[in-house]
């Protein structure tokens, strides 16, 4: 049986049950560079402050290199009988430098040191997925530029309700992505706090330069209340939040998707190399990426609620409750960024069925608010001008013929202020130049949305 390093105060070993039950290095493993990383800082403030000579000093960052190492490469077997990959690696560097090892963790706990690493990992993850979510933005206005004279039914309650430009519609997700990657970008701040040398709860005992560490270990603030900071785990929360907005934005566009590509739509064909087939139907072109997205949006919720409930109700400070935090955001972290990176190849890869995305936009008497607001031009108030386009359109449905199909002889038995000019006024075309407002589908603020978004993707 493994000496543990606690137990003095025991006078019976860890039940084996309780050493599994309770082994967090099968998922924590992943720490294993940030620990390693956190302990040379810290070994270096402790030479500072004297509780290291320069040989133990130097003893000791040779060996953790080496550690480092031997891991990555496998050949080290890390156990459960260390409980975590903290112990497990204080206890290599011990067996390694011998005396100077049992040093190590002088002043230091494994509250401060885990929640240490797990700032350090969460602060490289949210600048790796911000990388990719600004891919995504580029491919979004690389497309929105190729199709931005196609127009297409836009959509309300799942009806069509008014033409739109495919490209008007492709950088609203632009919009959505890029306050994805804001908020990345603010919890990135609330992340990069370093935790350390708030020892178990009240603060280290030793002259610990915090400072130092924090800019050893690229902080750019140190915590200013030691109970909070082991703590706390609002950062994982927000980061959870985070990625569960970001995966309901990749769901409603796999949603989207999903639809479009479906024959009843018939407004894009996904790529083979993106799609799947039946076995048993051989007709079958399965849209599996975006339903597997969507489906992988409920995982991240689980994770999001999963942490809120594990935080819910503990007292401060640090409680073992916490050692669950980890599963839940490396799980969203291994969910969103294939998520991210897989969707942007389905999207890039479909072929634009424009023709269709037209047709299905001339149908539906979707320039009926133009008719209304025509009518209002001729002095008829809004309301009036509605119950007489609503009458209209009535017709159309009874008749079995949209807008533009109905003669000027047709309109003026609606309304005598209606006349020849009203087809011009009621095309697809027209409705769209029509939006001519900041934020419109008009192709000239389409295109001036674009020309923003490059340059706010230069500044990202």
């Known amino acids: 049986m493994t000496k543990k390093a606690w137990s003095g105060r025991f006078s019976a070993p860890t039940d084996q049950s309780l050493e599994e039950f309770g082994s967090s290095i099968e ?3 992943r720490l294993f560079r940030e620990d390693i990383e956190g302990t040379r800082a810290y070994a270096k403030a402790l030479l500072k402050a004297k509780v290291l000579k320069q040989t133990e000093y130097t003893q000791i960052a040779s060996a953790l290199t080496k550690i480092e190492k031997d891991i990555a490469e496998g050949k080290i077997k890390l156990t459960k009988q260390h409980e975590d990959i903290h112990m497990n690696i204080e206890m290599l560097l011990t067996d390694r430098v011998g005396e100077a090892g049992k040093k190590i963790h002088t002043g230091r706990s494994r509250n401060d040191q885990v929640v240490t690493d797990f700032r350090m990992y969460l602060r490289e ?3 790796s997925i911000k990388s990719i979510l600004k891919q995504f933005r580029k491919t979004l206005i690389k497309l929105s530029e190729e199709y931005i004279d196609i127009a297409m039914p836009g959509y309300t309650h799942m009806q069509k309700a008014q033409p739109v430009l495919l490209s008007h519609h492709l950088m609203a997700y632009y919009r959505m992505f890029k306050r994805d990657s804001q908020r990345f970008l603010e919890c990135l701040e609330r992340v990069n706090v370093l935790p350390l040398g708030s020892a178990a709860l009240a603060g280290t005992g030793y002259n610990i330069d915090r400072k130092l560490i924090a800019k050893e270990l690229g902080f750019s603030s140190v915590s200013k209340n030691s109970l909070d900071a082991v703590s706390d785990r609002d950062f994982a929360i927000e980061f959870l939040s985070d990625c569960s907005i970001c995966m309901m934005h990749l769901s409603r566009l796999a949603e989207e998707l999903i639809l479009w590509a479906t024959a009843e739509f018939k407004f894009i064909e996904l790529a083979d190399e993106f799609s799947t087939g039946s076995s048993i139907m051989p007709q079958k072109k399965n849209p599996d990426v975006a339903e597997l997205v969507r489906g992988k949006t409920g995982r991240v919720y689980g994770s999001l609620v999963a942490m809120l409930t594990i935080m819910k109700a503990l007292p401060l400070a640090y409680n073992r409750d916490m050692q669950e935090d980890k599963e839940c955001v490396f799980d969203a972290v ?6 991210l990176v897989m969707m942007e190849k389905l999207l890039k890869t479909a072929t634009i069925k424009d023709v269709n995305m037209f047709s299905a936009a001339e149908k539906g008497c979707l320039t009926a608010t133009d008719l209304a607001d025509y009518l209002v031009r001729k002095g008829i108030p809004f309301r009036s001008a509605h119950e007489i386009t609503g009458k209209i359109v009535k017709h159309c449905v009874e008749t079995g ?3 533009f199909q109905l003669s000027s002889k047709d309109y003026k038995k609606f309304c005598d202020k209606i006349t020849e000019d009203v087809h011009d006024h009621l095309t697809i075309e027209a ?4 939006r001519n407002v900041i934020g419109g589908t008009a192709k000239n603020q ?15």
């Open 27 to 29: 998922f924590d493993k």
């Open 125 to 127: 993850e949210i600048i």
């Open 446 to 460: 389409v295109a001036l949305a674009i020309r923003e978004a490059k340059e706010d993707l230069k500044r990202a």
């Open 401 to 403: 013929r949209d807008l």
């Open 431 to 434: 409705s769209i130049a029509r």
């Open 334 to 339: 291994d969910t969103i960024k294939p998520c």
